[in-house]
């Protein structure tokens, strides 16, 4: 079934009694040609594009809990290709453009919403560094533009230019970044995956690998073995415990990263907004609840909550840049399960076992990277060789000396 206006009419008009499940509630077969371990936002993305730009079939998709019910549930929404490094920009800026067409592309509305971000500065050498950022990303066919004070204050004249602790001096912003609702993502290439053929199984719990003579057999799991040709693992801050199953240690650290969304409010904040200072973003959902998050618990965790630490840093630094926002009551929050590479940077790349492919390690980056994420990894399960936009993503660059450190934190994944 296709959504289109003339369609909500029509069932408008008879009851909606002709609506459909989005997708099926399939059982597993005993054999496909690719099983992808997670049901999130890059895994049911590679399901996509490898059915419908590759063309591939017998494709299974398996999520140990229910689509949507993990990470790409639980972060804040936000889309962006403002980096700086040869490594990450011509990719962010692929998914960017991905995420510019993916409604069409889905026949489903995801909400995107282009409406800008701004990375506030608060030094002078601050500004030179976002100097140096935006020239990167505009020679790599982005969009940047540097806002001086004076400039910023038209724009955003709600922020506390005069009397915090660190005065904003201006801003570097992205404005065809924005915001995404993540749950119509997770569920649109579900949706569009089904669509294609794509078997979406839930409740179906990886618990280990079948290999023999070094070449993927099939996956264990909580609904019995499954036979495929090759196994891509997309499982983000899980991405340790499953790859620990085919005996990998991956230079990956599993943190926690809480957010939090206030009452809702009238119209107040336009954009996605940066504190420069610290680690503190902020903007407001349709619903007008303000949506802002900031730095990761820094010690190990898979559990899906934080502690209140965290809780206080964000509100502090928040207040710190948008006073009027310490009046608003916070109505909750919320945890997801970051996977922190060592250089704050991710993989997706084959394994030294025949038939297994990793992708993870994005740290703070995996809601902005879905759309570009699915295709590279749609592309390297189909031709076994890297898509052109993630040739930088190899699991081996630390040893051959290649780190991707865009926030210049050296190998600390905590500071990343």
């Known amino acids: 079934m296709r959504y289109s206006g003339l369609r909500i009419i029509k069932e408008a008009l008879t009851g909606h009694k002709g609506w ?3 997708w099926r509630d399939v059982a597993p077969q005993d054999q496909y040609d690719f099983v992808i371990v ?6 049911l993305a590679t399901a996509h594009y490898l059915s419908k730009v590759y063309r591939k079939s017998r ?5 140990k809990g229910w689509i949507g019910g993990g990470n790409v549930g639980r972060n ?3 889309v962006r290709s403002n980096y700086l490094l040869p490594g990450n920009e011509p ?3 692929f998914s960017l453009k991905l995420w510019e067409g993916l409604e069409q592309d889905l026949n489903y509305n995801a909400m995107v919403s282009q409406r800008g971000i701004m990375n506030l500065f608060h030094t002078d050498e601050q500004r030179d560094a976002y100097r140096r950022r935006g020239n990167s990303i505009i020679l790599h066919g982005a969009d940047a533009e540097l806002l001086e004070q004076d400039q910023l204050r038209k724009e955003a004249p709600y922020l506390n230019f005069d009397h915090a602790r660190f005065p904003i001096k201006g801003a570097l912003i992205q404005r065809r970044a924005g915001t995404v609702r993540h749950d119509a993502v997770a569920w649109g290439y579900a949706r569009s995956a089904d669509m294609n053929g794509v078997d979406i199984i839930q ?8 290999i023999e003579g070094g070449k993927m057999q099939g996956v264990e799991t909580t609904r019995g073995y499954i036979g495929a040709d090759k196994v891509g693992v997309a499982v983000a801050g899980s991405s340790s415990k ?6 990998m240690r991956l230079p990956i650290e599993s943190h926690m990263l809480q957010a939090f969304v206030s009452e809702g409010l009238k119209p107040v904040i336009p954009g ?10 902020i903007s407001q959902s349709d619903k007008g609840g303000l949506v802002f998050g900031g730095s990761i618990d820094g010690y190990n965790s898979y559990a899906q909550r934080g502690n209140l630490p965290i809780v206080e840093e964000v509100c502090e630094e928040g207040v710190a840049i948008l006073p009027m926002i310490g009046r608003a009551r916070m109505l909750r929050s919320w945890g997801g399960i970051m996977d922190m590479s060592m250089d704050g940077s991710p993989f997706i790349d084959k394994t030294h076992i025949e038939g297994l492919y990793f992708n993870g390690g994005w740290c703070y980056g995996g809601f902005k990277a879905t759309p570009a994420s699915g295709y590279a990894f749609a592309h390297l399960l189909a031709t076994d060789t890297p898509h052109d936009i993630a040739t930088a993503y190899r699991l081996d660059r630390f040893k051959t000396g290649r780190p991707i450190d865009e926030s210049g934190s050296g190998a600390q994944p905590n500071l990343h």
């Open 20 to 22: 459909k499940p989005a």
């Open 38 to 43: 997670g049901g999130g936002g890059h895994g």
């Open 59 to 63: 494709i299974a998709v398996l999520e």
């Open 76 to 78: 804040t929404t936000i």
């Open 91 to 93: 990719f962010y800026e």
């Open 203 to 210: 409740n179906c719990e990886v618990t280990g690998f079948r």
């Open 242 to 247: 499953v790859m620990s199953y085919a005996g």
């Open 272 to 281: 996605v907004i940066t504190f420069g200072a610290g680690h503190f973003y």
